[in-house]
């Protein structure tokens, strides 16, 4: 508070001081113009100016203590007021604080409900949004797995009828080649039965007619089978 | 006559290639014997003295005698040379029968050959007993069985038929 105080007296303190050395080269001008014209002796100019300034400086420190004086009180003044003007500040300072904490608690309890309903909005809205990607996921897969199933019967029923008519061709070939096989086997084996018989009375009958033929029904026989070669084009 | 033709009158009265080569062999020691011996020879007697077969006889007697007067001691080994060589190229029929023939059953059935197969054909006869009731042949490579084998063979379903019928009736009763 002194600070201020000396602040605002300054300009004053700067006055006087000029004027105070505005009064001192008047008195010291005056006494040079004095001696050149009337002569007088220095000591003596020098003491009347001495004393004439010392007089002014004395006035003007007595000026200066009123003028110090005065500003104290009056910072005095202002300071006493200034202090019942802080209290006062204080307290509206500390109402208006109370005030503003009450409105700040107001406004940060507004701003928090209604943070709290947008966030419970937000996640109500984010629930919803969520539920209906779920959903929506949901029914996507759904119908992609629908249809990935209906494809993969449609592929499996596609492999397994093309399983079974291979399957079943080979089969139908494997019977038709053992069927075959069978048949051929059983030609065979007749074949050979057919030869075996064929040889049993060929010998029966070589048993039996060696000794009952004569040479002269061999021999026509014998003209016999060459007749018959000859008309089978066997000599050609 | 050439050996051509001295060749074919000796052919004409042989049907198998023993036959063929035996004469040939024999009217080569003949004329060697004609030629070459001091002694008067005489066929007949010489060929009794090689015990020649009756048909050999009767073959060398059916040639006559330009046949043998063609020869002489500078055309004789040509000759029997060329007809050598002829015997190889005359084309050979293997014969097999059931029985052993006897020379006119020879004769017979090289006649039937020359009549049906070829003027010149020659015989190669093998007696096979197991070809009861004909025979059989090789011609150009090829055997040919024309026994009761054949032909049973050749009836082999009517064969079968018989069988299987009796085989049905067998079970049947």
Not at chain 1, 32 to 43: A, C, E, M, T, Y
Not at chain 1, 182 to 209: F, G, M, N, P
Request: hydrophobic share 40%; with cysteine.
């Amino acid at each position: 508070m002194s600070i201020e105080l000396l602040q605002s007296i300054l300009p004053f303190l700067t006055v006087l001081l000029m004027i105070m050395q505005l009064a001192l080269f008047f008195v010291l001008f005056r006494a040079l113009f004095s001696r050149q014209n009337d002569d007088k002796p220095i000591d003596e100019i020098l003491a009347q100016t001495k004393e004439r300034s010392s007089s002014i400086i004395h006035r003007a420190f007595g000026q200066a203590n009123k003028i110090l004086v005065s500003a104290e009180l009056e910072g005095i003044r202002q300071l006493s007021q200034e202090k019942r003007s802080g209290r006062e500040l204080v307290e509206a300072l500390e109402k208006h604080l109370k005030v503003v904490e009450t409105t700040l608690q107001d406004h940060s309890s507004e701003t928090a409900r209604k943070a709290e309903d947008s966030y419970k909005a937000f996640i109500k809205s984010t629930e919803q949004s969520i539920q209906a990607h779920i959903e929506k996921n949901d029914k996507f897969l759904t119908d992609r797995s629908s249809a990935m199933t209906a494809h993969a019967q449609e592929q499996l029923d596609a492999f397994i009828k093309d399983v079974h008519g291979k399957v079943s061709m080979e089969v139908e070939q494997a019977l038709q080649a053992a069927r075959n096989e069978i048949a051929e086997y059983k030609q065979r084996r007749i074949q050979v039965l057919d030869e075996k018989i064929i040889d049993v009375l060929e010998r029966t009958l070589q048993v039996a007619l060696e000794k009952k033929l004569s040479l002269v029904e061999q021999s026509e026989l014998v003209y016999k089978a060459l007749e018959e070669a000859k008309h089978e084009n066997s000599f050609s | 006559m050439t050996a051509d033709q001295l060749f074919q009158t000796i052919l004409h009265t042989a049907y198998t290639r023993s036959d063929l080569q035996r004469r040939i062999r024999l009217l080569r020691e003949f004329l060697e014997k004609s030629f070459y011996s001091p002694e008067t020879t005489d066929l007949t007697k010489f060929l009794l003295s090689k015990r020649a077969t009756t048909d050999d006889i009767d073959a060398f007697l059916s040639w006559g005698e330009s046949f043998l007067e063609a020869f002489n001691k500078d055309n004789t080994y040509k000759v029997l040379n060329t007809m050598s060589e002829m015997i190889k190229v005359i084309p050979v029929i293997s014969v097999y029968i059931p029985y052993e023939p006897v020379p006119a059953e020879v004769v017979k059935l090289g006649r039937w050959f020359r009549k049906s197969v070829g003027d010149n054909i020659l015989l190669d006869i093998h007696t096979d007993p197991t070809l009861l009731g004909g025979c059989a042949f090789a011609w150009k490579g090829v055997y040919r069985d024309y026994s009761l084998r054949y032909y049973m063979h050749k009836r082999k379903e009517e064969i079968s038929k018989i069988i299987a019928d009796y085989v049905a009736k067998l079970y049947k009763d």
